[in-house]
Each structure stands twice: as C-alpha cells, then as structure tokens.
C-alpha cells in the first residue's frame, strides 16, 4: 500500500510539473519580428517603433529598419521577420513566387512620385514628350508607373522619349544636384532633399495626380503596403489584430509633423529631421485595409498587370491574397 501511494503521488507530481510547464508555454509572450524600410514606408512606422522602444505596445516587437525592399522580401519568404512594409508590387509578386505564403495585411502609402526639373518647360504629361527622364526603380513600381501615364497619354515609352535608369536614389539626387540630368522622377524624401539644395529645381508633376489623371480618381496609385507571413497569421492571429490597431493609431499620429520628423531622425528612416518635415506632407500617408483594400488595389494590380504581368509575379493575385481582418 505504501508503495501504491508513493508511485501514485509521484504520478501526480509529474502531472502537476508538466501542467505547469504547459501553462507557461502558452502564455510565452509573442515577439513579432517587424520590417520598416527607410523612406515613405517607414514613416507611418516610427511612432509604433518609439511606443516599443517606451514598453508601451500590447504586444512585444523587434524592429529592423532596411535600406532598400530587396533587402526585407527574402526576410520575410525565409521566416527571419513576420511582418514587413513594401512595395505593393513585391507583395504581389511574394505571394506569386511562394504559392501563398504571404498575406497583405493593409495599404500605407500612396503616390510618392514626383516629376523633377531644373527649369520651367514641363506643366503636364504631354511636355514629357522628347525629354531625357532619369529615374530609379527599373523592374519595380516606378518603372510600371512610368510606362503606364505616359503611354496613357500617347507618349511611346522607348521612342517617344528617353529613360535613363539608375541604381539607387542617392544617384538621382547628384546627378540632378549636379547638372547633368535636367529632368527626373523622384519618391520622397529624396525630392526635398534635392529642392532644399538647389532652389532652381522644382517640383513639375506629382505622379499620384498624373496617375488619377488617366487611370481614374477611384484607381489610387497604391504604392506601399505592409504584408505577414501566412504561417504566422494563422498560429498568430490575435498579435496581427494588435498590430494592426496600433499602427493604424501609428500612422494617424503622423500628422504631429514636428514630432513624427524627430523621430524619423532617431529611428533611422529619414536622415535628417529637418527633411523629414519638409517630406512628410507629400508622401501620401494612409492606412487602408479589409473591403476597401481589396477593391482599390485590385484595380491597381489589374493596371500593372495589363502594363507586364512580370510586374506582379505573371498573375493577378487570388482572393486568398486579401487579407480581410
């Protein structure tokens, strides 16, 4: 009997130990991994960095900040974040390339292109016509943007007039800063950063308008997103939820122009704070997501799709893609 009651409490104990261990790992607090990039798609990020940063999140993050969207697609296909900011047409292409694994979450940046020029001979699309035009992003949203208005508008993008692309924004700064290239398009914040410099270049076109111009006011340029991981929204889906609330109040709190600058500086999204503020008003803000998502950026990926399938992985995403909340 006692021998009986030994191995019986020795049950117990183990049942007890174990339970206990189980109820740890299930209130294991979730870190989620998130991906801002430096530029407009950051932007609405900073004040969720800095609430994190302040233990002041319902949820745990770890923030890394990428200098470019090639560097943060690879992170996330390869499960190194959960969460990333990028360009629309990554996302679609994410999700192409990985047979579903990727779900986008909400828009958060519309048009942020801008036609530069150092004089005053371009007042529309049409005054593109037989112009050199220096840009980044060949094989990506700009490039994409680009073709579209201007064919949109007549203008034969290899015959009627010249692209010359360049690998990185920095390149199209100095060249405009510089003198040879008279006339590029340019994202924010690079845009302030070139007319602070030089008060002879101006801002001639605002792409998001040329865009609506042609494509229709209900079709918005839709440029930056924040895209999950599939896996880690079904194993995870009340921490997505979080996430999303808090940066929506993120990007909300952008319109403190001055603070939002500030932090832009610290977190390491804009360099300088003083650009940061002249940037920030131009670079189209928005947190848009579920049924509205959906069919706004349908219609952009139906025009980009139309434009080259390449563009968006060859094939226009399925419903599976949406994510609906």
Not at 66 to 72: G, H, Q
Not at 100 to 109: K, Y
Not at 187 to 199: D, E, H
Not at 309 to 321: N, V
Request: charged share 20%.
């Amino acid at each position: 009997m006692k021998k009986l009651i030994s191995l019986l409490c020795a049950v117990l104990l183990l049942v007890a130990i174990c339970s206990g261990c189980s109820a740890t790992n299930s209130t294991t607090p979730i870190t989620v991994r998130v991906a801002a990039i430096q530029g407009p798609t950051g932007i609405g990020m900073v004040h969720l960095m800095d609430a994190a940063a302040n233990n002041s999140t319902a949820v745990t993050y770890d923030f890394s900040v990428s200098s470019a969207p090639t560097e943060v697609g690879p992170k996330l296909t390869n499960g190194d974040i959960d969460i990333a900011a990028l360009p629309t047409n990554m996302a679609a292409t994410l999700y192409n390339k990985t047979s579903g694994n990727i779900r986008l979450l909400a828009v958060n940046t519309l048009g942020v292109l801008y036609m530069l020029e150092n004089g005053n001979t371009i007042q529309s699309v049409a005054d593109l016509r037989g112009k050199t035009i220096y840009t980044s992003g060949q094989g990506a949203n700009p490039e994409y943007v680009l073709n579209y208005v201007l064919k949109q508008n007549g203008i034969d993008p290899t015959t009627d007039v010249t692209i010359k692309f360049v690998a990185e924004n920095t390149e199209l700064a100095t060249l405009m800063l510089k003198g040879d290239a008279t006339v590029a398009m340019v994202p924010q914040p690079v845009v302030s950063s070139i007319t602070a410099q030089n008060g002879d270049i101006r801002i001639a076109l605002s792409m998001n308008d040329a865009w609506e111009a042609v494509a229709g006011e209900e079709n918005k340029l839709m440029m930056g997103c924040v895209a999950v991981r599939k896996e880690f929204l079904e194993n995870h889906p009340k921490e997505v939820e979080t996430f999303l609330s808090e940066y929506k109040t993120a990007i909300e709190k952008t319109s403190d122009v001055d603070t939002t600058a500030a932090l832009c500086e610290e977190y390491g999204i804009i360099p300088k704070a003083a650009i940061a503020k002249k940037a920030i008003p131009y670079c189209e803000l928005t947190f848009v997501s579920g049924t509205t998502m959906k069919e706004q950026i349908a219609k952009y990926y139906s025009v980009l799709f139309e434009s080259n399938p390449q563009s968006i992985g060859g094939k226009l995403p399925d419903e599976a893609f949406y994510y609906a909340g």
